[in-house]
């Protein structure tokens, strides 16, 4: 925001240098860029202006700064413009709003009979310091009230609108404008235009179009003075690639009460400069707008957050001073309503922050006690931390990739969602336009870089989130649909060149971590990219957990891989829930333990799972410790279709220790449940 010293001495009179002023500004919130003498003997002073202080975007504002700061008065003109046409503005312009939730405030006035000419010296001079071009007074008068005040208008030409009519709508699909800038834009039902009775004119907040631009012929001129949607702004600029003075605030908000106080300075200056006449009335197309709600500032919060005491009187002058309706004064607080164009000041701390950058951060010393409380890790850090840490004892290193990716790459592998992967509208990376709805893609691509690098060996885990979208949900208009929030799921991705069964393992581990008495199931899926049996779901709890897979030939080509590679992807949002916050300490048997191997022939399809099951629960509390061994065949003793699957399993009585007749007991008895319940021979 550049700003004319000449011009902001209408307003707040100051006993200051620029300088001194740009200074003082930076140091409550508005950083100097920097300050530059102009011709004339004005002075322009370049503000940067933070995204929560659009009120900072016209004079108005960096005044009401001044006049707060070196507790100065503020005059702001109060325009009244008069009415010399009989005419009803309402007769002469019909206005139309057919999505209020775009445009929620609208506002026509017109002025006829302009004559249209160059704009008065001053107006030009004042412009000029600010770096806008001039082009007439009508154009050069809508961009100073712009200036001024910080709320964008256009100018229409009253003659070029078909049925003198103005729609506020939704643009439909294949429509087209050509902009002031001359250049064509395709619209879509996103986006919000201005339209006559018959075509867009302009594009609105952003731009106007050229087909009611104001002319040298132009005679009466409709005022529009409006407020948009953010939100709906800023989606229209970024997919046009076409910013804007106006956008920049649009996007921003502008002051509502603001709305029709541009609107009357602007037909007050039209009068003055362009000779024209004011029809009577005004065409407000308005919802109610939004109410400010009251925050109350208790003075103690003040010295504990700041760590200096400021009197309660200082307080008050403060806060009042910056616009702020008293509601209610005590000994121990006050209670205010922000004004119209402060937004951002709706919590306690909000009105701290204004206390301390009006009193001066730089009267807060550097050893200031400011009492602290102790905090405590959050149960998602708890659980990161004990993820990372067994993540790397397990030799992975964490990775950080970008969030979107190429469409190709979204399409090759989504465990979690069939549904379309979000687009972006602006791509942060050439080529990569979708939000992923899957970690594995990104790093197998890292590990493709690692392995170009002669580093075959690299394992890399990402704990990031996804974005899977939801179906289409019909919008007040029934003509248009709108897409519900995306679900962010919290995700662990891995890659590894290990086989299967070690990055199963490492899920395993990764759930005894979080939670030891939880387990895992596991069921088959199939993918072309994913070797036959060996791409699976987890399953906790009876939902979906993750997936594990080992890439087959066509996985590897598909991504540019050479080494074998296993995936991993889990749901740390479903882990967390079944995480244990407190671990509880179980004493450990003081008896000595006893281990039995048993190999066992079993039809081929037979999973481990399935053994694990039958053989925990035949074995009862003795068992300590089952662990799979290995898996082998002999198609010549065995016969087709089978599999020999050895494992170990330990013992340990609670009460004393087990005898060998105890324990060969207890082996006999689920090698009978295995024989019995899944038709496994024991190998003799």
């Not at 002073?45 to 070196?70: F, K, M, Q, W």
């Not at 506020?168 to 050509?178: D, H, Q, Y």
């Not at 300075?265 to 709600?293: F, H, M, T, Y």
């Not at 009006?358 to 409380?373: K, L, N, Q, S, T």
Request: with cysteine; net charge negative; proline share 5%.
């Amino acid at each position: 925001m550049i700003v004319s010293w000449n011009w902001l001495a209408d307003y707040v009179k100051l006993s200051v240098t620029p300088d001194e002023l740009a200074t003082r500004l930076m140091m409550a919130g508005l950083n100097h860029e920097s300050t530059e003498q102009v011709a004339g003997g004005d002075f322009a002073i370049d503000l940067e202006v933070t995204s929560n202080r659009p009120d900072c975007l016209g004079h108005h504002g960096i005044a009401r700064e001044a006049a707060v700061l070196y507790g100065v008065p503020l005059t702001i003109p109060n325009p009244r413009p008069k009415s010399s046409d009989k005419s009803l503005a309402t007769s002469l312009v019909n206005v139309i709003v057919e999505c209020p939730d775009l445009a929620p405030q609208y506002i026509a006035r017109v002025v006829r009979g302009v004559k249209i000419k160059p704009s008065p010296e001053w107006m030009q001079s004042r412009l000029r310091t600010l770096g806008i071009g001039v082009v007439n007074n009508v154009v050069d008068i809508t961009n100073y009230v712009l200036m001024e005040c910080g709320q964008p208008l256009h100018a229409f030409d009253l003659a070029k609108l078909a049925k003198q009519t103005i729609i506020v709508r939704r643009a439909k699909s294949g429509e087209t404008i050509t902009a002031i800038d001359h250049r064509s834009y395709a619209l879509d039902p996103a986006m919000c235009v201005i339209a006559d009775g018959e075509k867009p004119i302009a594009i609105a907040g952003v731009m106007g179009g050229a087909d009611s631009e104001v002319s040298e012929g132009t005679r009466d001129i409709v005022i529009e003075a409006a407020r948009f949607a953010p939100l709906s702004v800023r989606t229209t600029a970024r997919k046009l690639t076409l910013k804007s003075p106006s956008s920049y605030r649009f996007e921003r908000g502008v002051d509502p009460e603001g709305v029709d106080w541009a609107s009357r300075r602007c037909a007050e200056l039209l009068i003055d400069l362009a000779g024209g006449e004011l029809a009577e009335g005004v065409v407000d197309v308005s919802i109610a707008n939004p109410k400010q709600p009251a925050v109350t500032l208790r003075f103690s919060q003040v010295k504990r957050v700041l760590g200096i005491e400021i009197a309660p009187t200082e307080i008050r002058r403060i806060i009042t001073a910056l616009g702020c309706t008293e509601q209610n004064l005590s000994t121990e607080s006050i209670t205010t309503i922000a004004p119209s164009w402060r937004r951002d000041l709706t919590r306690e701390i909000d009105l701290v922050e204004e206390v301390a950058r009006i009193h001066g951060y730089e009267h807060i010393p550097e050893d200031a006690r400011v009492p602290m409380a102790a905090s405590h890790k959050s149960d998602a850090d708890r659980v990161l931390e004990k993820v990372r840490s067994v993540m790397t004892g397990s030799g992975y290193s964490e990775a950080l990739t970008a969030s979107v990716v190429p469409e190709s790459w979204s399409n090759t592998i989504s465990p979690w969602s069939t549904a379309e992967p979000l687009v972006a509208a602006t791509p942060m990376l050439k080529g990569a336009d979708r939000l992923r709805r899957s970690v594995i893609p990104s790093l197998l691509d890292a590990r493709r870089i690692n392995e170009s690098l002669s580093n075959p060996d690299c394992q890399l885990f990402e704990t990031a989130r996804i974005y899977l979208s939801d179906a289409l949900v019909a919008s007040d208009s029934a003509a248009t649909t709108v897409p519900r929030l995306p679900q962010e799921q919290w995700t662990l991705t891995a890659v590894s060149g290990g086989d299967f069964l070690s990055v199963k393992g490492v899920a395993e581990s990764l759930v005894e971590a979080i939670n030891p008495a939880a387990k895992i199931t596991i069921s088959d899926l199939k993918h072309p990219l994913m070797t036959r049996y060996q791409y699976v779901a987890l399953h906790l709890d009876g939902q979906l957990l993750g997936v594990i897979g080992s890439l087959s030939a066509e996985g590897l080509k598909t991504f540019g891989l050479r080494e074998k590679t296993t995936v991993l992807e889990i749901s740390l949002s479903l882990l967390a829930k079944h995480a244990v916050k407190i671990a509880k300490f179980s004493p450990l048997s003081p008896y000595p333990a006893t281990t039995r191997d048993v190999n066992l022939i079993v039809d081929e399809p037979l999973r481990w799972q399935q053994l694990e099951s039958v053989v925990r629960a035949a074995a009862g509390p003795a068992l300590e410790t089952l662990e799979y061994r290995d898996t082998y065949r002999d198609t010549a003793r065995d016969g087709e279709n089978k599999k020999r699957i050895l494992f170990s399993f330990s013992l340990r009585g609670t009460d004393g220790t087990l005898t060998a007749a105890e324990a060969d007991t207890i082996r006999d008895r689920l090698i009978a449940a295995a024989t019995t319940q899944l038709s496994a021979k024991l190998l003799g």
